[in-house]
């Protein structure tokens, strides 16, 4: 006999006030409704928070010196990794990759995984909502 897996109703009011930006009514009182987040997705304040402290504190560029600015960085990144993984349930930390954006992570999709399992007549669908980002590497 299974037992049934219960979860919490996901609450939209308490996730929109963790980002300023929702705070901001449009015209008319209307609320903002963003939907281009691969592109330029909107921060939380946490997130806000944690780059004013890099920036301010001790930013660098990851995995290139050996100066403490860096060894920093590379520790906040790899802590960063190891709880997307736990969110995500990966096997390991390894499993997870940052880029610099959509664009190079639908890139790296379709060489790494494109090569190895697309062969030639075998078809991408993609519908005409679909970022440009998202076409050009199936072409």
Same mark, same amino acid.
């Given at each position: 006999?299974?037992?049934?897996?219960?979860?919490?109703?996901?609450?939209?009011?308490?996730?929109?006030?963790?980002?300023?930006?929702?705070?901001?009514?449009?015209?008319?009182?209307?609320?903002?409704?963003?939907?281009?987040?691969?592109?330029?997705?909107?921060?939380?304040?946490?997130?806000?928070?944690?780059?004013?402290?890099?920036?301010?504190?001790?930013?660098?560029?990851?995995? =290139?010196?050996?100066? @403490?600015? /860096?060894?920093? $960085?590379?520790?906040?990144?790899?802590?960063?990794? &190891?709880?997307?993984?736990?969110?995500?349930?990966?096997?390991?930390?390894?499993?997870?990759?940052?880029?610099?954006?959509?664009?190079?992570?639908?890139?790296?999709?379709?060489?790494?995984?494109? =090569?190895?399992?697309? @062969?030639? /007549?075998?078809? $991408?669908?993609?519908?005409?909502?679909?970022?440009? &980002?998202?076409?050009?590497?199936?072409?």
């Amino acid at each position: 006999m299974s037992q049934a897996t219960t979860h919490t109703p996901l609450d939209v009011d308490s996730i929109r006030r963790d980002f300023p930006i929702f705070a901001k009514p449009l015209p008319k009182g209307l609320p903002l409704v963003f939907l281009d987040t691969g592109a330029s997705a909107q921060k939380p304040q946490v997130v806000i928070d944690k780059e004013r402290e890099v920036y301010e504190n001790y930013y660098a560029n990851a995995y =290139r010196g050996v100066y @403490r600015f /860096g060894a920093l $960085v590379d520790e906040q990144l790899e802590r960063s990794r &190891a709880t997307i993984a736990r969110f995500v349930n990966a096997s390991r930390p390894e499993e997870i990759i940052f880029t610099a954006g959509t664009t190079a992570s639908i890139n790296a999709v379709a060489q790494a995984w494109g =090569r190895a399992n697309l @062969r030639a /007549g075998d078809e $991408v669908l993609l519908n005409e909502m679909e970022h440009h &980002a998202n076409f050009v590497p199936w072409q």
